[in-house]
């Protein structure tokens, strides 16, 4: 069964998600609502928490194997827990899974937004 997964953080960058599934697979901008994205004390990822006030800016990357989700599964670890959204592409809504910090880890998440740019800018090559 193949499945859609939103990514908000450095899954976003196209060189990470082929590091970690080994796999380029077809992707578009999206947005998820009712989630707040932060980054995470003393690192360089986010994690997303629910807001309903919130939304949270990402892409989605269709057609995913349960091989490829599997490894996403152990890149992600016990800070995250897989959970259904649905996402908005445009006019379409797309339901797909996203890594949302456990609640158990909630006290990790710092009151920063996390920035893509700066993330490629400033710590991709050292992240890869």
Known sequence: MLVNVFAYGTLQAKSVMLAVTGEQYLSKPAMLFGYRRNTIKNRVYPAIIPDPDSMTEGIIYFDIDSTALNALDDFEDVLYDRVKV?????????????????????????HSDWNLEEFINNHLDDYL
């Open 86 to 110: 649905t996402v908005e592409c445009g006019e379409e809504k797309v339901n797909a899974f996203a890594y949302v910090i456990s609640p158990k880890y909630k006290n990790r998440l710092s």
